[in-house]
C-alpha cells in the first residue's frame, strides 16, 4: 500500500510499491541502465553514473512534468547488487533523506518493486507533509514507469 506517514515532529515515511510482470533479474537489470532513464523515468528523470556500490550519482529530479525546471542532486550510494540501492544523506534545506529501491521476488515468478523514503531534520517541520506528498506521487509515477519500461524489454526478450 502507498503511504505517507508522520512518523514525528520533523519525521516523514513514505512508502510506495507496484508488482511488475517481470523477473527480479529483469526490472534490476532496467533499474541500472542509468542511461536509459531519460527515455522512460518520471520523477527522477535521469541518472549520471553507474548503480554500483560506493559511488557517487548523480539524479535529475523533475517535480512537476508540467514544467522544465530540474533539481539535481548527487548522492553516495550503497548498492546489493541485484536487491536493492539506497542513499542516505542531508540534501537541500538541511533535510536528511534515506532513499530506498528495492525488488523482491515474488511466489509466482513476477517481481514487488519497493520504493520508501524516509524524510527529517532540516526544513521537514516546515514543509515535511507537502514534500512527502510530492514525493509519493513522484515514486508512483517512477514506479509506474519502471513497470512499463521492465514489462517492455522482458516482452521483448
Not at 9 to 17: E, L, N, Q
Not at 51 to 79: C, M, S, W, Y
Not at 111 to 138: C, H, N, P
Request: hydrophobic share 40%; glycine share 8%; with cysteine.
Amino acid at each position: 500500500m502507498d503511504q505517507v506517514e508522520k512518523i514525528g515532529f520533523s519525521h516523514y515515511r513514505i512508502h510506495t510499491s507496484i508488482e511488475i510482470d517481470a523477473t527480479p533479474e529483469q526490472v534490476w537489470a532496467v533499474l541500472v541502465d542509468t542511461k536509459a532513464y531519460e527515455n522512460w523515468a518520471a520523477f527522477m528523470v535521469a541518472i549520471g553514473g553507474e548503480i554500483e556500490d560506493g559511488n557517487t550519482i548523480t539524479v535529475d529530479f523533475q517535480l512537476n512534468p508540467a514544467r522544465p525546471k530540474r533539481v539535481t542532486i548527487d548522492h553516495r550510494i550503497e548498492v546489493t547488487a541485484g536487491q536493492e540501492f539506497f542513499w542516505a544523506e542531508k540534501g537541500p534545506g538541511g533535510i536528511c533523506d534515506d532513499h530506498h529501491f528495492r525488488i523482491e521476488a515474488t511466489s509466482d515468478g513476477r517481481t514487488r518493486f519497493v520504493q520508501s523514503d524516509e524524510i527529517k531534520k532540516g526544513l521537514t517541520w516546515l514543509m515535511g507533509w507537502k514534500l512527502s506528498a510530492i514525493y509519493r506521487d513522484g515514486y508512483q509515477a517512477f514506479n509506474q514507469a519502471l513497470k512499463q519500461e521492465a514489462e517492455r524489454r522482458a516482452q521483448a526478450s
